[in-house]
């Protein structure tokens, strides 16, 4: 009895000497766009998959999660290609490996109606908001430029997506250059006059990414592969049938829910995003071809542009080496 007793106490002890090993934790940061990696977010797909808890914290713009991921308080998150090439000129040790959206025709100038605001120089001496370091900054800037207007030509505001919408429905602001959900909410009494798609077409093309601190990414193989193995079924998932996907009520609920718009605005607005396949991510179409691939050529375009409107200091010598296919690679 007395040995039997005192092999049961040595256990206890070493039980309590040894402390459980703790769940490993993840601070992911996201924003308001509508896309079907919202479905991943709510199924818990990726914490299934790794057994990773995941803190989701939601952002009001680039500028504000490139500033939480300098800070150390985020590891991974959703920047639109300005805020990305912003967060690299600035020498943060990130990377870029996956295209979360080609922005296409999701982003939109809209102007009020009854404004006297026909075309971008008409833009001249108005009030416009859009979020700073973010695509919509980035191209509205590049629009006023191409129709010979100076940023201070205009009054150009800061503000966040919930901001414009307060500020449109009090009339404080002509115009907007911004996103949905907001952007179907400002429609209703505005009319588009060019969209992120046409500016494209003029040579300014953005994106959204996920990007990660390279110190999370070489330290979590695993987590990498299988997070971007389930935003690449997903996007696969409503590619394959767009239709039976927003008619899914838990998928365009989960959509609305993480986004903060209407469940009835959403398959209109995921409509007018491209979401490209992991062959399409690994190519020279995107995340491929270093120098030469599409989105280190968006990067260094948009930095080159923001350094000229006084916005960045420096430019990097090269966006290339913070975009990888690795994890798309391995993913495939």
């Known amino acids: 009895m007395k040995h039997w007793l005192g ?5 206890i002890a070493a039980a309590v000497a040894v402390p459980a090993m703790a769940q490993k934790t ?24 790794t057994g990773f808890k995941i ?9 504000d999660v490139i500033r939480a991921m300098a800070s150390g308080d985020v590891q991974l998150g959703e920047v639109g290609s300005t805020g990305i090439a912003t967060a690299i000129s600035q020498g943060m040790d990130v990377e870029l490996f996956w295209i979360l959206e080609d922005i296409a025709a999701a982003e939109a100038l809209v102007v009020r109606n009854g404004s ?11 009030k416009i908001g859009t979020p700073f370091v973010s695509t919509s900054h980035f191209q509205l800037l590049y629009a006023m430029q191409k129709a010979g207007l100076k940023p201070t030509d205009a009054q150009v505001l800061n503000m966040r997506p919930p901001e414009i919408a307060a500020a449109w429905e009090r009339g404080d602001i002509d115009a907007t250059f911004i996103w949905d959900p907001v ?6 009494n505005g009319k588009v006059l060019t969209t992120s798609g046409d500016i494209c077409k003029n040579g300014a093309c953005t994106f959204d990414g996920l990007i990660v601190t390279r110190k999370f990414a070489k330290e979590n193989p695993a987590f990498m592969v299988a997070l971007v193995k389930a935003v690449a079924k997903a996007d696969a998932d409503y590619r394959g049938n767009a239709k ?8 365009v609920a989960a959509v609305a829910k993480w986004s903060g718009g ?5 398959a209109a607005s995921m409509a007018l995003y491209g979401f490209p396949s992991l062959k399409e991510q690994a190519s020279p179409t995107w995340l491929g071809g270093g120098a030469n691939g599409a989105a280190a050529k968006a990067l260094t375009q948009q930095a080159n542009f923001l350094k000229e409107q006084g916005r960045l200091q420096t430019v990097a010598p090269d966006y290339s080496k913070n975009v990888t296919v690795e994890w798309v690679t391995k993913a495939m």
């Open 7 to 11: 092999g049961l106490l040595l256990a």
């Open 26 to 49: 993840v601070t992911f940061a996201y924003q308001d766009m509508m896309n079907p990696w919202r479905w991943v977010q709510q199924s818990q797909e990726i914490e299934k998959a």
């Open 55 to 63: 803190n989701w914290r939601q952002f009001g713009g680039g500028g």
């Open 116 to 126: 006297g605001i026909n075309s971008v120089a008409d833009l001249k001496g108005k």
């Open 183 to 188: 952007l179907t909410t400002v429609k209703k």
């Open 244 to 251: 039976a996907w927003t008619g899914d009520q838990a998928k």
């Open 262 to 266: 209407k469940p009835e605005d959403v």
